[in-house]
C-alpha cells in the first residue's frame, strides 16, 4: 500500500509498472526530432474523419489500441480506464474510446492530463482494485484552436511567447510487473497562479505551479536534482522552462543540466514555426510514451521526474478577464522498483 513521504509525496510500495505504452502522431510531430520514434504517424491529421474534433479521438483510439497490442492484451484485461484532453466535456475522448468497453473515468488537467492519468491509474493498481489500468490523452493543433483562440481561417499573428499545439496521442497500461519502468512516487499538485491573464504565454502561467510542485518534492523525499538523470516538465515551452529554472534557484535548487522540456523535444524551434515550443496535452502524451520511456527500457535513463503542467482556464475564464491558475503533477519513476533516487 501507498505510504505518505511528507506532506504532498505518496511512496508506492509495490512500485506498479508501465507495461506498455505507445504514441501517435501527425504530420508535424512526424517533421520533429523524435518523429521517427512514435509508434504510429499518420500525416493526414483528420485521420480519415469529418472533423479536427473526431479526429482527435481517433487519434486515442489508435494509441490505445497500439499499447494493447504491444502488451498482448484485450480491452477486457483492461479494468480502468482514464482518459481527457483539452475540448469540452472532453469529447475527444469520449467518442474516441467508447467502442474499447473498458470502465471509463474522464479527466480534465488541462496539459498536465497525461501525468494526471497514470498517477490514478498507479495509485489503484498500488492499492490493489484493479489488476492494470489505462491512461490515454491526446490534443489536437486545430480542435484547440478553434475552441481556444481564434478561426484558422483568421490568420492572427502569433506572439513569440506563444506554443504550438501538438497533434497527438499517448497511451500507457500500468500493472505489476517484474520488468520496468517503475512508478516509484507521486505528487499531486495543487492550483497555482500568478495573474498571468495572457492566453499565449502558457509557459508564464504554469511554471509557478511546477516550481511549487517540484520543491514540495524535493523537500519531502530529501532529494535534489542530482539524484535524478533528468527532470522532464509538458510542457513549459522555452519562456516556462526559463522561468522554472529562476523560480527553483530561489529555492536553491539548481536545474541546469538535468531539466528537459516536452515542448522543446517534441518541436525543433530553429527549423519548425512553433514560437515558444510544443504544448497541449498530447504534447507531453507522446513525448513520454516516444521518447522518455522507451529510453528507460533501454536502460539511457534510470532515475526520472516527469511532471505535466498544465493551464486550467477556459474560453469562458479567459473572456471575463479572470486570470489563469496552473497545475502540475510529479511522477518519479524508475529502472529499480526500489533502489536510487534518493
Known sequence: MATNLGNYTLNLDTSPSLLSFAAVGSKKEAEGPIGK??????EDSLFGQKTWE????????????????????????????????????????HYGLRELGIPFIGLYGACSTM??????????????????????????????????RFPLEYGGQRPPTAQWTATAAGAVIVGQS???????????????????????????????????????????????????????????GQVGSDLLSQLMER?????????????????????????????????????????????MRKGKVNEVLFMATGALMSPTSVQQGQDIPGIAHLMHLSTSPKAGGG
Do not use: W
Open 54 to 93: 473526431l479526429a482527435e479521438g481517433q487519434m486515442q483510439k489508435i494509441a490505445a489500441e497500439k499499447a494493447l497490442e504491444k502488451a498482448a492484451l484485450s480491452p477486457g484485461e483492461i479494468k480502468m480506464l482514464f482518459a481527457g484532453d483539452l475540448l469540452n466535456q472532453i469529447t475527444a475522448s
Open 251 to 295: 529555492e536553491g535548487y539548481k536545474l541546469e543540466g538535468k531539466h528537459a522540456d516536452c515542448g522543446l523535444i517534441l518541436f525543433d524551434r530553429d527549423t519548425q514555426k512553433v514560437d515558444a515550443g510544443g504544448s497541449g496535452c498530447g504534447c507531453a502524451a507522446a513525448v513520454l510514451c516516444a521518447y522518455l520511456l522507451p529510453a
Open 115 to 148: 501525468s494526471q492519468s497514470v498517477i490514478l491509474a498507479s495509485m489503484m493498481v498500488e492499492g490493489g482494485l484493479i489488476n492494470r489500468g489505462m491512461a490515454v490523452t491526446s490534443s489536437h493543433f486545430c480542435s484547440a484552436e478553434r475552441q481556444y
Open 178 to 236: 517484474s520488468a520496468p519502468p517503475y512508478i516509484r512516487r507521486v505528487c499531486v499538485g495543487t492550483i497555482e497562479n500568478k495573474n498571468v491573464k495572457d492566453l499565449t504565454n502558457m509557459g508564464a502561467a504554469m511554471a509557478p505551479a511546477a516550481a511549487q510542485t517540484l520543491s514540495r518534492f524535493f523537500a519531502d523525499t530529501g532529494t535534489g536534482p542530482d539524484n535524478y538523470d533528468v527532470i522532464l516538465t509538458g510542457d513549459l
Open 37 to 42: 520514434q512514435f509508434d504510429i504517424i499518420n
